[in-house]
Structures are given as C-alpha cells and as structure tokens.
DNA sequence: AACCTCGTTTGACAATGTCATACGCGGTTA
DNA sequence: TAACCGCGTATGACATTGTCAAACGAGGTT
C-alpha cells in the first residue's frame, strides 16, 4: 500500500492527540508531544479550524475538538449497519432481561460502544456511544478477542491494565480465557472493569462469517450471576438476541 | 488570514459529503462532486482510510465515515463546557415540564443538539445528539438566530425550506418573528417543522454574555400550548433552567 | 470476447506544505 | 519600569510532497 499524505496523517494525529486528552491543548504543547516544528503544527490547526473540526478558545488562544465531529459522528452511527439492525432487538432485550444493553465493535484495540440501552425505569444514566471500553475486562471486549486472535496477541503484547483484583492481566489466564468463549460462544466478566458490575455477551455475525461486534448486558453480579455462573435464563436472551441481530445482518442461520 | 493545507481541506470536504449522503460513495462519484482528479481523491480516502476516518466496503470499494469519527464526537461532548454544565438542569427540565428535552448550539447555519433528554417514561425514542436541526423551523434555531443577526441575515440569504404549512418561509416574516423573541428573551414554534410538533425555548448565556446556545422542549402543541400562546408554567421552567445553565457558565446573574 | 466502469497504481512535474526564523503580545520577574 | 520569558502567529526560501494525466486490471455487462 503506497504513499499516505503526510499532511492528513498529522492532521489526524492532532485530532487523535486533542480527542485523548480531555483539556484544551496549545500549539507548542502538540508540537513536542508529535515532535514537529510549531510552525507547521499551527498552519494544520488553521486549516482544521476553518473546516470546523478544531476550535480555538479566544481567551487562552489552545485548542479543543470541534463541533463538525458530534456531526460526522452521528452520521457515522447513521450509515453504521449494525447499529442500524440492532436498534429493535437491543430494546427488545433490554425489557426481557431489565438490565443496560450495550452493542461494541472493535476499534484500536478496544471496544468502541456503538448503541447503548439504558436499563429500563432507571434514568439518570450517561448514555456512551462513542466511548471505548477496556477490551479484555468486559465480555463484549473478551467475544471480540476471542474472535480476532491476531487482535489478541497485539492486545496481550502491551501490558494489561488491571481495573479491580478480578481484572485478567496474566496474558496466559487470557489466552485460556478466551479458549473458552470461544468454545461456548458467549462470555462472561464479573467485577473485572468495576468491582459491582458485570456483562454477558454474544457475537454477532455478519453474512461473510465474520463476527462484527458484540451484544451484551451489564448489570451488578447478583443479578447477571447465580453460584458464581450465568444466569441460565439471560446468558439464553444475550445470545438469542445476538443471533437475530446477525440474521438481520445476513449471517446463515445456524 | 493565511493559506489554508489544500490536502487538509479537501480531505474535510470528502468527509462532509460522506457525512450528507446516507449510502456509501464511490471514488469516481466524489471526484466529480468535487471536481478533482479521482486519483487525487483516491490517495486522500487511502489516508482517511489508513487514520479510521473512513472505511471502505470490501464487497462494492466503496467508501463511508469511519468508527474514529464516532469517538472523537463523543469527546467533542466531553470537552463541551455548554453540554457538561446542562447536563443536570436538562434532566430537572425533562422532569418538571414532562417533555423531551434538546440544547443545541449554532452550527454551519444549523442547530447542532449537543444534548437530548427523553420525555420521561417515554422510551424507544431515538437519541439524536449529533443531528441538525432546521434553524428557522425550531425554538431552538429562533433564539440562536435572535441572538445572531449576522447569521440570521446569511441563512435569509438562501431560501428557506418549508416543512409544514405553518413553517415561516417569508424572510420578512422571520425577520418580525425574531425581532419579538429577542424583545421577550424566548422562542416558540407551534408546528413548522412537523405538524403535530411543538417546542419553547431560552437563551444560554456564557461569563462574555455570548449567546452560546440555546435550550428548549419539545413536545406536541395541545401539551405546550394554550389558547395559541406557550402555557406559561412551562415558559417559566423553560427559561429557568436555561438561566441556571448561564450562571454556571459564569453568566451574570442578571 | 469486446467493452464498459470502477478502484487502483504509476511517475514526472511543480505546486505546495514545511520549518527556521522572526514578530508581537501578555504575563512574570528583577 | 524594563528586561525577559513563553505563547500563538506570520514570513519566505527551499525541496519535499501532493497532484494529476495516463495506464492498469478486475468485475460486470453487452
């Protein structure tokens, strides 16, 4: 694959910078950070800024993301096909199941939620489209690995963040770990990414066999799980539940 | 101000025509759209390509948004003062008036929502933080308008689309319309962007005294209005919660 | 089997972005 | 008050870089 464009591919490295840390950044704080010239730095940030991707603060002259990316984010979940699929069947299982529903994907090596249900009658929740969950400490990060073992061995290269005392960060424990999701097709985590909570998910499927995302619900362990495993009656809705949304997407039904 | 990078610019404008149509596009398809070389095009989508910011389809090789874009609105949200602050008062409003709840801010001639409360016990709506909304057809749109005659004078400039029957298409008539909502201090739309649809709206005010957005209900006119004229108790919410926004801003209480 | 159309590659050319240097401003220090 | 930082911004010469016409090759259609 030849040549990129330099110029877009620091311009995304900015926007990439800008999107990580959540405070506004100065051009000389970027430019030691990408070890460029500040000179160059700022005519990027002049361009991004005139096509609305970047703004500038008028009193302190730093830089923060721009309101063209909500947009082009939204329309992003417009086109995406397996959000557009999953819309009725996440509803559907969270009234079945009464707990969050969640869809993710796999992006950069974590699980990017592309559709969020909150659990039914409890508002005052921060929906988060868009976030990026840890990938080996929820079990719609843990289908996703099991299914992408190249992505795998990538992930297990860098150290594993350990979020609570149940988080998995022995590669050799995941690798088994995973083993078994993908004997059984769904997976499980409680406590690894928060101490009270935890998630089942499935796979879904895609018609070319490929599984594109996940489908889960999070809930508190007392809840999800009976005698330290799934409850039989939810780990059966996650999965009927992802099994439908990959009909809707093509997969054979199987 | 000085040169803009072309490559930056251009490969912004593919994103926003991505971002307009729905379905996927081709590479000879935007060339013509805007008038480049379509080997041009092609190197600048591999770009995008190579950054998340597009993806291409392996079946057709056509191209859509990407799930970086996703993301990176989803920090956007972050990072946004005007939407962090609301993020309380939009959920009291939603409670005291009953009604769906949106906070927009001007952008590109249009209503950008940065925020969206269901009405409460009203599921299965969909969250449309991200979408634009018609400026001259919404309260939302009037109060940023009222507040931006500049703006307001550039959207005139075009014609203006017409949703309902009741949607003010007569610049004139705008022009008297925003006139009253700057002289009142709120904005009203009984259905003129959807027959059965309504909506208020105040003004929020940050520590410059900037009109840096706006927020509103939205629900149907038999609920909002009375006798032709806003209910006054929701007004009354509607435009308090909007000064508690303000304040935490830094807004002069005024 | 000839012929589209589309996504992709190529390579010479010069337009273009780069980057060291300089500028001007605000804040802090001596 | 004046010297001095540190910042965001402007400048301009240079050669790196992106551009674009033309050609390639794979699908599909005629």
């Given at each position: 694959?030849?040549?990129?464009?330099?110029?877009?591919?620091?311009?995304?490295?900015?926007?990439?910078?800008?999107?990580?840390?959540?405070?506004?950044?100065?051009?000389?704080?970027?430019?030691?950070?990408?070890?460029?010239?500040?000179?160059?730095?700022?005519?990027i940030?002049?361009?991004?800024?005139?096509?609305?991707?970047?703004?500038?603060?008028?009193?302190?002259?730093?830089?923060?993301?721009?309101?063209?990316?909500?947009?082009?984010?939204?329309?992003?979940?417009?086109g995406?096909?397996?959000?557009?699929?999953?819309?009725?069947?996440?509803?559907?299982?969270?009234?079945?199941?009464?707990?969050?529903?969640?869809?993710?994907?796999?992006?950069?090596g974590?699980?990017?939620?592309?559709h969020?249900?909150?659990?039914?009658?409890?508002?005052?929740?921060?929906?988060?489209?868009?976030?990026?969950?840890?990938?080996?400490?929820?079990?719609?990060?843990?289908?996703?690995?099991?299914?992408?073992?190249?992505?795998?061995?990538?992930?297990?290269?860098?150290?594993?963040?350990?979020?609570?005392?149940?988080?998995?960060?022995?590669?050799?424990?995941?690798?088994?770990?995973?083993?078994?999701?993908r004997?059984?097709?769904?997976?499980?985590?409680?406590?690894?990414?928060?101490?009270?909570?935890?998630?089942?998910?499935?796979?879904?499927?895609?018609?070319?066999?490929?599984?594109?995302?996940?489908?889960?619900?999070?809930?508190?362990?007392?809840?999800?799980?009976?005698?330290?495993?799934?409850?039989?009656?939810?780990?059966?809705?996650?999965?009927?539940?992802?099994?439908?949304?990959?009909?809707?997407?093509?997969?054979?039904?199987?």
């Amino acid at each position: 694959m030849p040549g990129r464009i330099q110029s877009i591919e620091r311009a995304a490295a900015i926007l990439r910078l800008l999107s990580g840390r959540s405070r506004r950044l100065g051009v000389v704080e970027m430019a030691n950070e990408l070890g460029l010239p500040k000179g160059t730095v700022h005519g990027i940030l002049r361009t991004l800024q005139h096509v609305g991707f970047v703004e500038q603060d008028p009193e302190s002259g730093k830089y923060r993301l721009g309101a063209a990316l909500l947009h082009m984010g939204s329309s992003y979940l417009d086109g995406n096909e397996l959000r557009t699929r999953a819309l009725n069947w996440s509803d559907s299982l969270a009234s079945r199941t009464h707990e969050e529903v969640r869809i993710g994907t796999l992006h950069d090596g974590r699980v990017l939620i592309v559709h969020h249900v909150f659990r039914p009658d409890d508002s005052m929740q921060t929906l988060d489209v868009g976030s990026l969950m840890p990938i080996h400490a929820t079990a719609l990060g843990k289908v996703l690995l099991a299914t992408h073992p190249h992505v795998a061995e990538e992930v297990m290269k860098r150290e594993l963040p350990s979020y609570t005392d149940s988080t998995i960060t022995d590669p050799k424990l995941l690798r088994r770990e995973l083993e078994r999701v993908r004997e059984r097709g769904w997976a499980s985590e409680a406590g690894e990414l928060q101490r009270l909570r935890s998630s089942l998910a499935a796979p879904i499927i895609d018609r070319t066999g490929r599984t594109v995302g996940a489908m889960g619900i999070f809930g508190g362990p007392e809840r999800l799980f009976a005698a330290r495993s799934p409850r039989p009656e939810l780990l059966t809705h996650v999965r009927e539940h992802a099994q439908a949304v990959s009909r809707e997407l093509g997969a054979i039904p199987w």
